[in-house]
């Protein structure tokens, strides 16, 4: 597998070795080993998340101010654009955002550690996107960064107005947000 530091050096965007021929393909899709190995990271994942989505769906920008998850994402169908903001004060890197295109065709994953917000936008006619997780969910504990804020100004590749959840239309200003330290 490649790994690959994003501009925000703890966003690792990943892409497996792949196996194909005229019958298809094969991957590994996660190795605990081969991972911690490329990664330098032995992480324990606790839960597995499958959601399907239709183009220009638009979900998060998400994140657990308790209970923080750490996320290995994939697109198993369709093309996402797939981003991380930070949001550790401590960072250097607070308040900025990363955003790759993840996709049926790329094969690519993205690493997304504790500490920051995560949302994608569906590109696709139909999205069903995987992510692992280092934490069980925690409704009470979760949050939402609004995925327009001026403050962070992500480069959504937009052709309209996205669609998203009464939840998401509420999202918090990085401002006002709360963070961790």
């Given amino acids: 597998m490649k790994v690959t530091p994003a501009a925000i050096p703890d966003v690792l965007l990943i892409e497996p070795r792949v196996f194909g021929d005229e019958r298809g393909f094969f991957l590994e899709s996660f190795n605990r080993r081969g991972f911690a190995q490329a990664t330098g990271l032995d992480l324990d994942f606790v839960q597995d998340n499958h959601s399907r989505s239709g183009l220009g769906v638009l979900r998060g920008l998400h994140y657990q101010i308790e209970q923080p998850q750490g996320k290995l994402v994939r697109v198993l169908r369709g093309r996402v654009f797939?981003?991380?903001?930070?949001?550790?004060?401590?960072?250097?890197?607070?308040?900025?955002?990363?955003g790759f295109e993840l996709s049926e065709d790329n094969h690519r994953q993205l690493w997304i550690p504790p500490g920051f917000a995560h949302g994608f936008l569906v590109l696709s006619d139909v999205a069903d996107f995987l992510y692992k997780t280092t934490d069980y969910y925690a409704p009470t504990h979760e949050r939402c960064l609004r995925w327009d804020d001026e403050q962070i100004g992500i480069n959504w590749p937009l052709t309209g107005l996205p669609r998203v959840s009464d939840k998401d239309a509420r999202g918090t200003p990085l401002a006002q947000a709360p963070c961790f330290e």
């Fill in 82 to 98: 797939d981003v991380a903001v930070d949001l550790r004060r401590s960072s250097a890197h607070f308040g900025r955002w990363v």
